[in-house]
């Protein structure tokens, strides 16, 4: 179908253009596959979020009793208290980290190319995985690294200690998330203009006075990018969690994506829906402030 | 909304100091020849950060249980020892296992490349139109949904549709991907000038000629950074699998970690052995492909 002869090429030329069929033919197949997978579950679980269902049989609709026992439901509360306290502190550490490394990565070292390659590479590590390997090391070697050195409050397991179980999360997940911030930097800092440090270093401005006065302020747009992917990314931290502390001990770090996907295995389901459609008008407000911020800098 | 981040250089006043050499010039080229030791010193140290987790990784799947249980994670493996590795192949049933991971991720880099190189071709053609214009943005908000608000939704419906098993893994992982991935390929697209197609198409080439001969064949850098996303993405993906695969006997190598975690117990040579042979085959895709990883990364978050 929709074989376009070289007669038709001239139809550029007349003001009604007609669109070659093969085109919808080859956009057809994502909107379909996207509005299934992805458009229906959101739908459904707006609309499960009203009821009383279990996730299978009869139900009801109960209106917002769902939304209302949400927010005076401690461990829900507790889920969102913990999953945004974490967030915010995962974006500081991952963001001051990458920063400086990423100066330190365009700036005159040898072997800057195996460097960044090194420092790139836990991004492809499986964040279950890595969770699993630092498990053991909280677990097992820093403590015994603890008591040999007599540092008293670290001789017990990271992971059992309810108030510091989510250092472990923060440090893991800062570790798996810190080369694609970094990335990010780099091509931020390598946009500055060589013109404006010679121009500065002419005017005798120290290294430091150059970072604080030139590279954070004319990275600004990439700094924000970073924030917001990042706490984007964090508010959603599931795999890393399980690995780690499985959301204990007890619920102290139960993230908000671990008490959703509870909601099948406790029965829950239409209640977590009620959860999963707060959480994505979260992600909406997001999403609309991360639009705003990249459309103010498209045109770099 | 165009001005919320102002890209004018700021005043550099001035502080007349002398510049120093170890500044955070990050311009540096190699002109001089004058390497930046302090900061190559620096960044060498905090490589151990990466490096430590990776190590202990590598020697704990070569002790012996033996040796493993004492909980020195940084000593040598003495003796040198597979047990770990043998054991691990059996228990996990590794050729399985190995094999729908493999199945799931190529089924995804397939289906990832070839859908929404389709759709970026069709949409960045027709984009004075609404309706390629308004799929386009419908496609990008997937970048923005997060997983599990739709998870418990998705469940049911591939369990409805039988689909409860790597194939629909495949399947939610390849809609995931979409939104980066169409991104990309449009971004790429438009900078093909259109003067190419017009004398294909003169030629007598229809659209989907056009496509097949000229356009895909120039897509292929995109698409190696795109493929290589959506391997990435699958192969270490846990959350999906191990909420839509119903039976654990076809589980992907990340969840194994989770189901195997109990069995391993004590035996963390045996847990270890298990770990590497997951993270290995994305390591050493990362090692051939660096390039493509850098390049898209900085692409998908700025464009």
Redesign the interface.
């Known amino acids: 179908m929709?074989?376009?002869?070289?007669s038709q090429?001239s139809r550029k030329v007349h003001k009604p253009q007609r669109?070659?069929a093969?085109?919808?033919a080859?956009?057809l197949?994502?909107?379909v596959?996207?509005s299934?997978?992805?458009t229906?579950?959101?739908i459904?679980?707006i609309f499960?979020s009203f009821t009383n269902s279990v996730?299978f049989g009869d139900y009801y609709f109960i209106g917002v009793i769902n939304y209302i026992a949400l927010f005076s439901d401690p461990t829900i509360l507790g889920a969102y208290g913990f999953t945004i306290g974490f967030s915010l502190v995962t974006v500081a550490v991952v963001n001051v980290a990458a920063f400086l490394?990423a100066?330190?990565?365009?700036?005159?070292?040898?072997?800057k190319v195996a460097?960044?390659?090194?420092?790139?590479?836990?991004?492809?590590?499986?964040?279950?995985?890595?969770a699993?390997?630092?498990n053991?090391?909280f677990s097992?070697?820093l403590p015994?690294l603890a008591s040999a050195l007599g540092i008293a409050p670290l001789e017990k397991s990271l992971l059992a200690n309810p108030d510091l179980a989510w250092v472990a999360i923060v440090i893991v997940t800062a570790?798996q998330a810190i080369?694609?911030t970094i990335?990010?930097y780099?091509?931020g800092?390598?946009a500055?203009?060589?013109d404006?440090?010679e121009?500065?270093?002419l005017?005798?401005?120290?290294?430091?006075?150059?970072?604080w006065?030139?590279?954070v302020?004319?990275t600004?747009?990439?700094i924000?990018?970073?924030v917001i992917?990042g706490f984007?990314n964090f508010?959603?931290s599931?795999?890393i969690i399980?690995?780690l502390t499985n959301g204990g001990p007890g619920t102290s770090t139960t993230s908000?994506?671990m008490s959703?996907?509870n909601?099948?295995t406790n029965g829950d389901?239409s209640y977590?829906?009620a959860n999963?459609?707060i959480?994505?008008f979260i992600?909406?407000a997001?999403?609309l402030l991360?639009l705003?911020?990249?459309?103010?800098?498209a045109s770099? | 909304m165009t001005s919320q981040i102002s890209l004018a250089p700021p005043s550099t006043g001035g502080e007349r100091t002398p510049v120093n050499g170890d500044s955070a010039h990050p311009r540096a080229r190699t002109r001089g020849e004058r390497f930046n030791w302090p900061v190559t010193i620096a960044l060498l140290v905090c490589t151990l950060a990466v490096l430590i987790p990776l190590y202990v990784t590598l020697t704990m799947a070569f002790k012996t249980t033996a040796q493993a249980v004492d909980g020195n994670a940084f000593s040598l493996p003495a003796p040198f020892s597979v047990d770990g590795f043998v054991q691990a192949w059996t228990l996990t049933d590794f050729p399985r296992s190995f094999a729908i991971s493999i199945g799931v991720s190529v089924i995804s880099v397939v289906g990832t490349i070839i859908l929404s190189a389709f759709a970026a071709f069709a949409i960045s053609r027709n984009w004075n139109r609404r309706f390629f214009r308004w799929s386009f943005y419908y496609l990008l908000a997937a970048i923005f949904l997060p997983f599990p608000v739709l998870a418990l939704s998705q469940v049911k419906l591939t369990g409805l549709l039988h689909l409860d098993n790597p194939i629909g893994v495949a399947i939610l992982h390849i809609t995931f991907q979409l939104g980066f991935s169409v991104l990309l390929f449009t971004a790429f697209l438009r900078s093909i000038p259109e003067e190419l197609e017009e004398s294909a198409r003169l030629d007598g080439a229809s659209t989907a000629q056009v496509f097949w001969q000229l356009i895909f064949p120039l897509l292929a850098p995109m698409s190696a950074t795109v493929g290589i996303f959506a391997f990435l993405a699958s192969w270490n993906d846990f959350v999906m699998p191990s909420l839509i695969t119903s039976n654990p006997a076809l589980q992907t190598l990340p969840v194994l970690q989770q189901i195997f975690q109990t069995q391993f117990s004590n035996n963390y040579n045996v847990s270890f052995a298990s770990y590497l042979m997951a993270m290995a085959p994305a390591i050493i895709v990362y090692l051939f492909t660096q390039r493509w990883v850098m390049s898209g990364v900085t692409q998908g978050a700025i464009k």
């Open positions: 929709a074989v376009v002869t070289p090429v669109v070659g093969t085109y919808y080859f956009l197949p994502v909107l596959l996207f299934l997978a992805i229906l579950p959101a459904m679980g499960y996730g490394l100066i330190g990565l365009t700036s005159r070292i040898r072997g460097l960044r390659a090194l420092y790139v590479l836990p991004m492809v590590v499986s964040g279950i995985v890595i699993y390997v630092f053991f090391l097992n070697s015994e570790w080369p694609s990335l990010i780099i091509a800092i390598l500055i203009p060589s404006v440090y121009a500065a270093a005017d005798g401005a120290s290294g430091a006075r150059q970072l006065s030139i590279t302020p004319l600004a747009g990439y924000l990018i970073n992917i984007k508010l959603n599931y795999d399980v690995g908000i994506a959703i996907f909601g099948f389901y977590q829906m999963a459609t959480f994505f992600a909406i997001i999403a991360q705003r911020v990249t459309r103010g800098k770099v």
